[in-house]
């Protein structure tokens, strides 16, 4: 295929660049990552016909509930605020999340846009840490993984590019073109385009006394960006 080709392939998949939730069906089976989840919109469709007290909010430091409502809050990827879920959290009440860091993807951003600030720093496992320590927090539970993202073709590349926007920020075909031709040719010698997904966990107990062993409520936090 030659270049004028291979650009008008590319620029159809960044035309083609948008979606429904969180859903990467577009290029299934043309890169590989960790599963991901449906955002707020999908989880109102899915939960409220079984009676879930399901309530959106855009403002992770100002939550719909009352205080001390819930013996855990669960949390992927979405935003959080130490301080708050501290007043929704019973005593003894946990907080599971787990997010995406600071040093998702960088290298594939280095790839196409040299030298991009990084749109989240400090999202990794010790700073954040620190601030569930400041907020009250016992950390019962902390890891931090890397792991490999893979694509097979540079058109399912473009389209991941463009939907993941914050983090690559003004990326389009005609403006890293040039670049484009240099994964494509990875592509042919080893038929894949490699990068490095980073995500951490962090598992945090309100004060120190222990769970009520009945009664228990459940926040789940959906959400609403990857970052």
């Not at 969180?22 to 989840?37: K, M, P, Q, V």
């Not at 009676?51 to 909010?57: K, Q, S, T, Y």
């Not at 879920?85 to 040093?103: P, S």
Request: aromatic fraction near 10%.
């Amino acid at each position: 295929m030659n270049k004028a080709e291979l650009k008008a392939i590319w620029k159809k998949e960044e035309e083609a660049a948008h979606i429904h939730g969180w859903d990467f069906s577009h290029i299934r089976g043309r890169y590989e990552e960790e599963a991901d989840l449906p955002n707020v919109e999908l989880c109102r469709k899915t939960l409220l016909p079984f009676g879930v007290d399901f309530r959106p909010c855009d403002n992770p430091a100002d939550i719909p509930f009352e205080d001390e409502s819930f013996d855990m809050i669960i949390n992927r990827h979405g935003d959080f605020n130490a301080k708050e879920l501290a007043r929704l959290l019973k005593k003894g009440g946990i907080f599971v999340t787990e997010q995406v860091g600071e040093d998702n993807d960088r290298d594939l951003v280095e790839q196409v846009l040299t030298n991009t600030k990084k749109p989240f720093p400090h999202l990794n496992l010790k700073e954040q840490k620190k601030v569930f320590e400041d907020a009250g927090f016992e950390i019962m539970e902390g890891e931090e993984a890397y792991r490999p993202i893979k694509f097979y073709d540079v058109g399912a590349f473009v389209w991941f590019a463009r939907i993941i926007e914050w983090e690559f920020p003004e990326f389009s075909v005609d403006r890293c073109f040039e670049r484009l031709l240099e994964l494509q040719k990875a592509i042919e010698d080893v038929g894949r385009i490699e990068g490095t997904i980073h995500r951490y966990l962090i598992v945090a107990r309100k004060a120190k006394t222990p769970l009520q062993a009945t009664g228990h409520q459940i926040c789940s936090a959906a959400k609403q960006r990857r970052i």
